[in-house]
């Protein structure tokens, strides 16, 4: 279906844009079927291309659950709301084939002519015809089941009740993001859930969120029992990881002191040292090695924090890394040099060649005897 769509574009420009002559000298039959094809509209090939050709008997105000009289403007909100719901990539109530259908209301109902659907008669109950099934039959087990848990939906949350969830957690993540420990602290007075899941995507925790930021009491508050301090998104950061890219000590120590791993990895096999070496947070650097941090890690492109520091010029690390090396490795020394002369930067070339080409010691010659 996409090529054939693909194909009324193409002929489509090709009409547009070829001249006369040209187009004349196309054998009959492919000239046919090249203007047969490029009269279809491209509102028809962009419904193909998003998968919207099917027809349905549904009116779009009932899809978006609004009322025929409601007016225009109350159809962005209402797909909004919907969409942060039926949406493919949302977890659990996710569904491609609703999210199209919702699309597809939605078109219709920004459209100019969009008040001929509210002209359109709601269904009548009377005139639903289910195949097989007694509608009497389906009335009296729906009465039967009046008050039991089996009823679609007994257990479910409104959609109201959950989209003021979703914009309640979304204000609590905005004052952690921005460190206001006074409004977190009134939010979760008045009932904000700091572990709520985001149904948009966004995977860091309030915890990360903090240690981003480098807010320091917010991270001491989210990890009280030293909670939160593994949980990892799904490129396998921690907190500490994110504290550490950024260069805030006293987030990272203070994870550190709630027992975060120094050596934890993420994806790429990167730690909390290689990140702060590659940023040039010597303090940080200091503080991860006192904690434990091995320096002779590497990632998954064979990158040390040696050699992170030595490609990104940072001389400070990259002195601190070797004092703590006693046993160092040549091929890696060789590597952080040529990083070095290939990327500018002389003090770590000069660092290195040191350890390579150590100075020789000045030998005092002894008095011959007399």
Not at 63 to 77: G, M, N, Y
Not at 251 to 261: Q, T, W, Y
Request: aromatic share 6%; hydrophobic share 40%.
């Amino acid at each position: 279906m996409r090529n054939a769509v693909l194909l009324a574009f193409v002929c489509r420009i090709y009409i547009l844009s070829s001249d006369p002559a040209g187009f004349s000298g196309v054998r009959p039959g492919v000239r046919t079927r090249i203007r047969l094809t490029a009269r279809r509209s491209w509102e028809e090939d962009a419904d193909e291309l998003l998968g919207l050709t099917e027809k349905t008997k549904e009116n779009p105000f009932d899809i978006l659950r609004l009322s025929r009289d409601s007016e225009q403007a109350l159809v962005r909100p209402a797909f909004r709301k919907l969409a942060a719901v039926l949406h493919p990539d949302v977890p659990g109530t996710g569904d491609a084939a609703s999210f199209r259908k919702l699309l597809w209301a939605y078109r219709e109902l920004s459209s100019p002519d969009w008040r001929r659907w509210a002209r359109q008669r709601a269904p009548d109950v009377s005139e639903v015809r289910l195949p097989g099934i007694d509608l009497e039959d389906l009335f009296q087990l729906l009465k039967r089941l009046e008050h039991s848990a089996l009823i679609i939906g007994v257990n479910m949350a409104p959609v109201d009740e959950e989209e003021a969830k979703m914009w309640q957690a979304v204000a609590f993540r905005g004052a952690v993001d921005k460190g206001d420990l006074e409004e977190v602290n009134e939010m979760l007075e008045n009932g904000s859930n700091p572990n709520y899941k985001m149904p948009d995507g966004s995977n860091w925790t309030v915890l990360m969120l903090a240690s981003n930021g480098g807010h320091e009491e917010l991270v001491q508050k989210f990890t009280k029992g030293g909670k939160g301090v593994s949980d990892k998104d799904p490129q396998g950061f921690q907190a500490i990881m994110l504290a550490a890219i950024k260069g805030h000590a006293n987030v990272c120590r203070s994870l550190l002191e709630k027992k975060a791993d120094a050596n934890a990895c993420n994806e790429d096999g990167e730690t909390p040292l290689m990140m702060a070496a590659a940023m040039g947070h010597q303090e940080l650097v200091r503080l991860l090695l006192d904690a434990g941090a091995d320096a002779n890690c590497q990632d998954k492109n064979s990158m040390s924090a040696l050699k992170k520091a030595s490609r990104w010029g940072h001389v400070g690390c990259l002195k601190t890394l070797l004092a703590e090396l006693p046993n160092l490795d040549l091929r890696e020394m060789k590597h952080c040099l040529l990083f070095g002369k290939l990327y500018g930067h002389p003090e770590v070339v000069a660092e290195i060649q040191k350890v390579l080409e150590p100075p020789e010691e000045d030998i005092e010659e002894e008095p011959s005897a007399a």
